[in-house]
């Protein structure tokens, strides 16, 4: 099992930016890939960025983010971050965390507790 915390959300005004990051407890080198995704009150999950972790570093935006946000990783610090910049006030949501492994051939999915992300007007 692994735990999967996240940090950097706040409170900010629209326009502005805020680097949130998860991290692993263990090492993510043989992962498959990490990602963000985000809940809003009212509405679905949605995807918001993925990175792969085993092999190249590609990523995968969802279309309203790709031009605003920026997913990286850090593998020697078991990290994933996520640049959000140019915020808007529909970005207001709990920002989710995930990790993709593969344990005993299925792929597996982790999830960490969510850091708040608020965008006032």
């Known amino acids: 099992q692994v735990q999967l915390v996240e940090s950097g959300g706040g409170l900010v005004q629209a326009g502005g930016s805020l680097r949130l990051s998860c991290l692993a407890s263990?090492?993510?080198?043989?992962?498959?890939?990490m990602g963000w995704y985000r809940h809003a009150p009212g509405k679905q999950r949605e995807f918001v960025a993925r990175?792969?972790?085993?092999?190249?570093?590609?990523?995968d935006y969802a279309d309203s983010m790709r031009d605003r946000f920026t997913i990286s990783r850090s593998i020697a610090k078991n990290t994933v971050y996520l640049q959000m910049n140019s915020l808007k006030p529909e970005d207001t949501a709990v920002y989710y965390c995930?990790?993709?492994?593969?344990?005993?051939?299925?792929?597996?999915?982790?999830w960490g507790q969510g850091t708040q992300v608020t965008v006032s007007s």
């Open positions: 995930n990790a993709n492994e593969l344990r005993q051939g299925d792929p597996f999915d982790s």
């Open positions: 263990r090492s993510i080198f043989n992962f498959n890939s």
């Open positions: 990175i792969n972790i085993i092999g190249s570093s590609s990523t």
